[in-house]
């Protein structure tokens, strides 16, 4: 007789939503005893990660590449976010753009950006345009395309609407067809975003030889576990922060679709 | 005054289907302050019809005119209250009913105040800040109402305003355009395939003929202004509704494979 409470409170303790904010806490702690008691040299306690962190800041190598990273990523996906949301936009709209330019896009969906790396490096080298045109190609598609088919799913009848009411060309796109399409865009500025974090680590180790990802091939070069981990709880930070800032502009830019 | 010459409009051929003639030779005028219903057979054309005299699409041949003027494309004398409501789903209600005056370029506090006017005349004190989704279809098309009415036309265009809302807030939403039509002396046009609505709204009833669409008759309704409560107590109406019937089924029977021999 006992028992049974005792069995109802934990069926309701593993129903509890909270426990997605006990995963992080509980993969940390995995992560530091794993690290004290296995002998495998490439796997260092967390603590021991926090604290390369922390030696870098210090000494000013990790701000620098940061800051280094951050405005590659900040130039690359601004440059395809305003380039790809006209775009999609205007092929969404008049089927004769989009007869004329789907191929390239096509193209572009379907191969892997790093095809382009040699071509960019054969143009600029090893400079920053080239991170930053590398970061641009991999966020500008998935925007334009998504711009694209938010602009195709508004309903008809609401241009057919504003065109009743008198709107010009200029006003159907701008009252209607953008605000239409505004939470289609936003998924796909959100995907944008990720594209572009992604891209900017690859183009750190692959590419410009400066920011995080040329630090992480440094440290990597010397063994150095601690300060690769370390590195790799940065990155993983400034992702989910990016991702999450672009998040929370679209909820607010698209509250209208969220239940009552 | 809306004239209707001699117009042919045609639909081209599309995914195979053959090109098809919606209406063919359709004359019709509407005076100043008339309230006319355009009834037919799904599928004659009607709504085309009134899409033209919106401006919406243009005569293949023949012309459509108002007071003189031929229609090359939609203007502020004409507003149009749709079907299916075709609100914006981002906009509130104040929005929504201030739309066609903010496509005029008017400053927002103004065309607002003019939204709120028409909020208080539709019966929507309290859900000026709503979303379309957050009212029933009933009130939607008071929101639709309201937005034609915000731009102060001399015509108004309604395509089967009330054909998806339910049966007891159509009868209010007639009342309630009845009473306007009173009141503010509009010219309307009213596209419904309800021969009761038709009846009971309008002035004068037209009567198209199955694709290619004509007017076949043009029916005055032959009530006193206001209307009689009971319009099933006027000999006039039940009249006129009962030989709308029969020809709309005539018709019906007519173009229908099954009724063949």
């Given at each position: 007789m006992s028992r049974r409470p005792r069995f109802a409170s934990l069926g309701r303790l593993l129903q509890d939503r909270r426990a997605g904010w006990l995963s992080l806490p509980a993969g940390i702690v995995a992560w530091e005893i794993a690290g004290r008691v296995s002998q495998f040299a490439f796997l260092p306690p967390f603590s021991a990660a926090v604290s390369a962190v922390w030696r870098m800041t210090w000494s000013g190598e990790l701000p620098q590449s940061v800051a280094a990273s951050l405005t590659a990523l900040v130039v690359g996906y601004a440059s395809a976010v305003c380039v790809g949301i006209p775009l999609g936009i205007v092929m969404g709209r008049y089927r004769r753009v989009d007869a004329f330019l789907d191929v390239y896009v096509t193209i572009l969906i379907a191969t892997p950006k790093l095809l382009f790396v040699p071509i960019l490096f054969s143009l600029f080298g090893t400079s920053r345009l080239t991170q930053v045109i590398f970061i641009y190609l991999s966020a500008v598609v998935v925007i334009t395309v998504n711009a694209r088919s938010g602009v195709r799913g508004v309903d008809a009848a609401s241009v057919e609407m504003a065109r009743a009411f008198g709107a010009t060309e200029r006003q159907v796109l701008t009252r209607i067809l953008l605000p239409g399409a505004l939470p289609m865009i936003m998924a796909g500025v959100r995907m944008g975003m990720a594209r572009a974090v992604r891209a900017m680590i690859m183009g750190d180790m692959l590419i410009a030889l400066v920011g995080m990802g040329a630090l992480l091939r440094k440290y990597g070069g010397r063994f150095d576990a601690a300060s690769v981990f370390g590195l790799l709880l940065v990155i993983v930070g400034v992702a989910l922060a990016c991702t999450s800032t672009i998040r929370s502009v679209e909820r607010r830019m698209t509250r209208w679709t969220e239940e009552s | 005054m809306i004239t209707v010459r001699h117009v042919d409009k045609a639909f081209p051929a599309r995914n195979g289907n053959a090109a098809t003639l919606?209406?063919?030779?359709v004359n019709l005028t509407i005076d100043t302050d008339e309230f006319v219903s355009v009834v037919g057979p799904?599928?004659?054309?009607k709504t085309t019809l009134l899409r033209m005299i919106a401006g919406l699409v243009l005569p293949d041949a023949g012309a459509i005119a108002i007071d003189g003027r031929p229609v090359t494309g939609p203007g502020p004398d004409r507003a149009v209250v749709f079907q299916q409501f075709s609100l914006l789903p981002w906009a509130t209600v104040a929005d929504n009913i201030a739309f066609g005056l903010e496509l005029r370029g008017m400053p927002r506090d103004e065309r607002l105040a003019i939204a709120d006017d028409q909020i208080h005349a539709m019966g929507l004190r309290g859900f000026e800040r709503h979303y379309p989704r957050q009212l029933s279809g009933g009130m939607q098309q008071r929101v639709g109402l309201a937005r034609a009415l915000a731009v102060n036309p001399a015509i108004l265009l309604m395509d089967e305003?009330?054909?998806?809302?339910d049966a007891q807030t159509r009868r209010t939403l007639q009342e309630d355009l009845r009473t306007l039509a009173e009141r503010t002396r509009k010219t309307i046009v009213f596209v419904t395939h309800d021969i009761d609505e038709a009846v009971r709204l309008a002035d004068r009833v037209v009567l198209l003929s199955p694709?290619?669409?004509?007017?076949v008759e043009s029916l005055p309704v032959g009530l006193s202004r206001p209307r009689p409560e009971d319009l099933d107590q006027e000999p006039a109406a039940i009249q006129l509704k009962a030989y709308l019937w029969r020809q709309l089924r005539g018709m019906q029977q007519a173009t229908s494979p099954k009724s063949r021999p």
């Open positions: - | 919606a209406l063919h030779g799904s599928g004659c054309g305003p009330f054909a998806s809302v694709r290619p669409g004509q007017v």
